[in-house]
């Protein structure tokens, strides 16, 4: 064996010797030549095969070397000396990458690879019909010849499907919205889309600690979950009910939630939509690693009495919600009876079953890796077939300010830290007035915001606002919670007083009108 190498290594010295002299003394074309057949004899010999994957790969741009770069940049961040850096349009993240002509290792199952970044002058002669750029750059994979066979599909489809996942953390979230109403854009798009810059992330949402982490659990289980969806036959999806009063955060769940998975959002107006087939090819028209969000769902359609409906179940009426980002109507309750009622079919007929078979039925798995998200502030309204498992996986009920969730707001509004920047005396007073109090995290951090520069005075109001609301619910009983929430409700309706009222709206104030002062008398 000694033998064998001894004269290998001396048959190398002897090519490598002869391709010296006849760079020296040969003429280009001669060296070209030599230089071809040495490395043909130095590929039989070698145990490694190498792949180049260029940056254009004749006039295109290659994919593969695009991914390969970012793929790279997620352990060269943490292993190389010398580094590129970039950052994309679109993209608030700066991207580590290899240095020209610096190498790197990588193991995959277990195989040692080698990457090298190669970067050489492009020959000026080149003829091009678009400008290309002065230099030629490309990787170049070393694999032993024994493991090309074993990994190198696998290896390259791994790092593809890496590299996306940089390239959507990295890039900037989508928010889309079809609020235009059925028609496409001209690549024949019904959604249009804005850069989603929405704040909110599960560090500042404030709630249940244990809750959030019990979500973000899900999540992540949810996004690594392909195998586990496939092994059980289910569709790769998860639905999520959000319930609770007004200003508790049910909208900034959302953008935490999009944030956390680096999923894009789609806004759904159902106002916008008008059947159920409308409701599929919308459906149809969004990407994986999404999340499909229908805001105020008790307000859209009316839920409770499908079996009454003759012709098509519940009709639904318009969409609302808020705080994603786009500007829509709120709280027209009540109007999906009219406009999708017996006989109007063909003005609005998107039923209950549309609805259900959007998110549970076959279409629903079409594109994967899918999140739906209905908000409501009155789950009690909404048809059980809506709420069963399976269809709306997790029910999570966002609630008043509790102390656990008051203190995520002080540290992230004032910079309090509990111990530390407030008495121990004043968070006993807090604590005894939170619960009874029913205050919204809306309404805490607005207080907050308010004297956000003067931590103690901010402390001081916030205490006394508490401590007055908990003295008017202590005297009122549990009935002013209801009548606090329909005060909010009736706040969003007069906020939306600029659209035109269907004429059934008018019909239920004159009733509800009616009904009060016979109340009064
Ligand atoms: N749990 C929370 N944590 C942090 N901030 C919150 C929370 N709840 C509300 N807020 C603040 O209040 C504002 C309104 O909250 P958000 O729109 O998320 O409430 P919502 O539950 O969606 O209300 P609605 O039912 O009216 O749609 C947000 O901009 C956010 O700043
Ligand atoms: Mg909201």
């Not at 995290?441 to 005075?457: F, G, H, T």
């Not at 329909?486 to 906020?495: D, F, I, P, V």
């Amino acid at each position: 064996m000694k033998e064998y190498w001894t004269s290998l290594a001396s048959i190398l010295g002897v090519f490598a010797f002869c391709q010296t002299i006849l760079q020296t003394v040969f003429p280009p074309e001669l060296r070209f030549a030599s230089a071809k057949l040495f490395n043909k004899i130095f590929n039989c010999f070698s145990s490694y095969c190498y792949f180049e994957i260029t940056e254009i790969d004749g006039v295109n741009t290659n994919e593969l070397y695009n991914a390969v770069q970012l793929y790279l940049s997620s352990s060269v961040s943490i292993t190389g000396n010398r580094l590129s850096l970039t950052r994309a349009v679109n993209s608030s993240a700066f991207t580590f990458g290899l240095a020209n002509n610096d190498s790197i290792a990588d193991i995959f199952n277990g195989v040692n690879v080698v990457w090298e970044h190669v970067v050489t002058q492009r020959n000026s002669q080149t003829f091009s019909w678009r400008p290309l750029p002065d230099e030629k750059r490309g990787f170049t994979l070393r694999i032993k010849k024994k493991d090309k066979h074993l990994i190198l599909n696998s290896y390259l489809d791994y790092i593809m499907e890496k590299a996306s996942d940089i390239r959507r953390k990295n890039q900037d979230r989508l928010l889309y919205t079809n609020s235009r109403g059925g028609s496409l854009d001209s690549r024949g798009h019904p959604w249009e889309s804005v850069p989603f810059k929405h704040p909110s992330t599960f560090d500042t949402l404030a709630m249940d600690p244990e809750k959030k982490i019990e979500i973000m659990n899900d999540l992540q289980d949810f996004a690594n979950g392909q195998g586990f969806y496939h092994k059980t036959g289910r569709a790769w999806k998860r639905g999520y009910l959000l319930y609770g009063p007004p200003g508790t955060g049910k909208s900034s769940m959302i953008a935490a939630m999009a944030n956390f998975l680096g999923y894009d959002i789609y806004d759904l107006e159902l106002t916008e939509v008008h059947n159920n087939s409308e409701l599929r090819k919308l459906l149809m028209k969004t990407s994986s690693k999404s999340i499909i969000v229908i805001e105020d769902i008790d307000c859209s359609i009316n839920l409770t009495n499908r079996k009454n409906n003759k012709n098509n179940g519940s009709g639904l009426g318009s969409g609302s919600g808020s705080g994603l980002g786009c500007s829509r109507s709120y709280y027209e309750s009540g109007v999906g009876e009219i406009r999708g009622g017996v006989g109007e079919e063909n003005v609005n007929s998107i039923t209950l079953s549309g609805l259900l078979n959007f998110t549970d039925g076959l279409w629903s798995c079409c594109g994967s890796e899918r999140i739906f998200v209905f908000t409501t502030n009155h789950i009690e309204k909404l048809d059980p077939a809506l709420l069963r498992s399976g269809r709306m996986d997790m029910h999570i009920f966002m609630s008043y300010c509790s102390m656990q969730a008051l203190k995520i707001l002080l540290k992230n509004y004032l910079g309090c830290e509990e111990g530390v920047d407030l008495e121990e005396s004043v968070m006993k007073e807090l604590e005894e007035v939170i619960g009874m109090a029913r205050m919204t995290p809306a309404d805490i951090s607005e207080v907050l915001i308010k004297n956000r520069r003067k931590k103690e005075r901010a402390v001081d109001e916030l205490l006394e606002i508490l401590k007055v609301r908990a003295e008017k619910n202590k005297k009122n009983g549990e009935g002013d919670e209801d009548d606090d929430e329909e005060e909010e409700e009736q706040e969003k309706r007069a906020l939306d007083s600029d659209s035109p009222k269907q004429e059934s709206e008018i019909e239920d104030d004159c009733k509800e009108g009616s009904e009060e002062e016979e109340k009064i008398k």
